[in-house]
């Protein structure tokens, strides 16, 4: 839904069925391996474990291949659909984030997997920011900068309340 509202309110061109199907592929995906953080796997590994996730769950399914593709042209980025929907899966993520800091539900002191913590830019942009939320749509707005209307929505999701 958050695709498909960004896509009509900006009035992208493109082809936002494929963009859909992109997003619930990898939404498949990520229900075999879970959502996992840059700092948990590497993004070769997490692509492997994607690929083997559906591959195991299409395994007999009519049209695997035609899915298969899909959410190769997702992980490879080259398409606008392509980099509309990875732009979209990271929205999402910024969003809860924010909506996890909003409620209280986010401790990160409480995170003893994460490494990246005490990286200097990491620790840099967590000085700076007012929230731990700020801090983390901060840090994922270089995955944005091709698009002023995503940069657009996070300058907006870093100010208010939602």
Known sequence: MLA???YYQFEYKLDIMKVVYMLAIHELEEIEI???AFFEITKKEKLIKGKEAINYILKDF??????TSLLDEYNEKVTKEAVFAYHCDKLECDIQM???DQEG???LNNQPNNPIINDYNVRKV???EKSISNAWIEFD?????DDKNFIEIIEYLKENII
């Open 4 to 6: 498909i509202s960004i």
């Open 62 to 67: 009519l049209g695997k291949e035609e899915i």
């Open 105 to 107: 539900c986010f401790d």
């Open 98 to 100: 924010k909506l996890y």
């Open 141 to 145: 707005r270089n995955k944005y900068e």
């Open 126 to 128: 967590l000085d700076s």
């Open 34 to 36: 879970g959502d996992l």
